[in-house]
């Protein structure tokens, strides 16, 4: 009698060796984590595809649509929307309108959201939580309100125009319905898009850096430049992101303060469904946004993060 007939071991099949058996249920495992993984995420991919890729793609199809005088679409493929859109100055105007008044609009929120995510990351939790809520509270505010809100503002009878004469100013400038209107607006709504992101990066700067660089002779200025603006850039990076696709994208503040003499792509999409009838340039017009809002995002975070990494790479080059 052999020793595993001893001991009561189940004989192997023929060519089948006892680390095989491991390794397969092994696998067994791996490969259905990865199918229950699979039908995890099927609904909201099949939820994408439904509501967000096929409109996208029926929208490009349309776009490359042509469009006869009377409204009709004709079937077949065509640039002539395309053509339209960047041969006329009108649209051109507006396109360089639209992207101006988003790169603005992320400046300006990035200029002031810095110290008010610092008062947030940095601050005690009274002066935290203060900020936070004087933040997040006009998000509970409807965007049409507050945009008349600052109608009423920057008209020429308004709050800025009775502040301005109070401090001498005999004749104010006019603010409405121009680009610094749709500007100053923009900011408003969308700084907290750009606060919080910046807050949580800032909150995970270890402080012991900073503290070392004070040791170290370096002022608050420099702190600032070369310590918590360098390792806040992801969070600046994600803010920007969505400060600048939320401007080019919009519709009711640009409508409401800037009118027909400040239109933005969005007012202009507008315009041509609903008033003309014109499908195919609309789609044209709505398509270029989204791939220029991507694009930009696009390229943006990628020079963020490569700037990141340089500055990381360099600062631990200086440490060793």
Same mark, same amino acid.
């Given at each position: ?22 390794? &397969?249920?092994? $696998? ?22 439904? $509501? ?22 004709? %079937? ?46 940095? &601050? ?25 809100? $600052? ?27 121009? %680009? $610094? ?18 807050? *949580? ?9 900073? %503290? ?28 920007? *992101?969505?400060?600048?696709?939320? *401007? ?17 792509? &969005? ?54």
């Amino acid at each position: 009698m052999s020793r595993a007939e001893s001991l009561d071991v189940p004989a192997l099949p023929p060519g089948e060796s006892v680390a095989a058996r491991p390794a &397969g249920r092994a $696998w067994a495992r791996l490969a259905g984590a990865r199918y229950a993984g699979y039908l995890l995420v099927a609904p909201t991919v099949l939820f994408l595809a439904v $509501w967000f890729l096929w409109p996208v793609l029926t929208m490009v199809h349309l776009s490359l649509t042509a469009h006869s005088v009377d409204g009709v679409m004709i %079937e077949g493929f065509t640039l002539e929307n395309y053509i339209r859109l960047f041969s006329s100055d009108l649209y051109f105007r507006i396109l360089m309108r639209t992207i101006r008044i988003a790169l603005l609009t992320s400046l300006f929120a990035a200029l002031f959201a810095y110290p008010l995510a610092i008062a947030i990351a940095r &601050g005690g939790p009274a002066l935290a939580r203060l900020v936070t809520i004087t933040i997040l509270a006009p998000l509970l505010v409807n965007v049409v309100v507050r945009s008349y809100g $600052w109608q009423t503002i920057l008209n020429k009878t308004g709050a800025l125009a009775w502040l301005l004469k109070l401090m001498g100013v005999s004749n104010p400038p006019v603010l409405l319905y121009t %680009e $610094w209107a749709v500007l100053i607006a923009c900011v408003h709504v969308y700084l907290p898009f750009m606060v919080m992101p910046l807050a *949580s990066a800032i909150g995970r700067i270890d402080r012991t850096v900073e %503290e070392a660089a004070r040791v170290a002779g370096a002022s608050r200025v420099s702190v600032m430049l070369k310590v918590i603006l360098p390792l806040s850039l992801p969070g600046l990076a994600v803010g920007a *992101s969505l400060v600048f696709s939320l *401007s080019a994208a919009a519709y009711v503040t640009p409508q409401i303060l800037g009118g027909n003499f400040s239109p933005l792509l &969005g007012t202009l999409i507008e315009q041509q469904i609903l008033t003309l009838n014109d499908w195919p340039f609309g789609a044209a017009i709505s398509t270029l946004l989204i791939a220029m809002v991507l694009a930009s995002n696009l390229v943006f975070l990628k020079l963020v993060s490569r700037r990141f990494a340089r500055w990381t790479a360099t600062t631990s080059e200086g440490a060793q």
